[in-house]
């Protein structure tokens, strides 16, 4: 039987995202506020990553509608991500939310996260390449 390889350990993301296990009820509350903004936001029209025309909704997860780019494939919040949504996102209280969130643990993200899955996509490509 072949080995199945993943980008990352376990143990180490479960280390740094507990918190999302243990405050899940307000981290609920919290992204049902964060939804309810963008989701009054322009409507978005053409794809983020290839600027195609967009299809119309495809899903609804949490009060926010997506869809699938017919082209590239991506998937696309069906809201603009506008001036003041990123200001409310990110700004808002000096940014707390945002810091608390993301800002605190970093570089444990980018050590046990985002390293582990650059260096297994850049096997897999070498392997696909070769």
């Known amino acids: 039987m072949k080995k199945i390889k993943y980008s990352k350990n376990y143990n ?6 507990n918190d999302f296990y243990k405050e899940n009820e307000s981290n ?3 992204i049902s506020k964060i939804n309810s903004v963008y989701s009054k936001q322009k409507k ?3 794809c983020k ?3 195609s025309k967009l299809n119309s909704k495809f899903f609804t997860s949490f009060g926010v509608d997506y869809t699938i780019c017919g082209v590239c ?3 696309n919040g069906m809201n603009e991500d506008s001036k003041n949504f990123v200001e409310f996102l990110y700004q808002k209280d000096s940014g707390d939310n ?3 969130n993301y800002l605190n643990d970093f570089d444990k993200r980018v050590k046990n996260i985002y390293l582990p899955k650059v260096n297994f996509l850049k096997k897999q490509l070498k392997k696909k390449l070769v």
Not at 12 to 17: A, E, L, P, V
């Open 49 to 51: 990553n290839c600027n």
């Open 73 to 75: 494939k991506h998937l």
């Open 12 to 17: 180490n993301i479960f280390n740094i995202k």
């Open 28 to 30: 609920l509350k919290n």
């Open 98 to 100: 945002y810091s608390k």
């Open 44 to 46: 978005r029209t053409k």
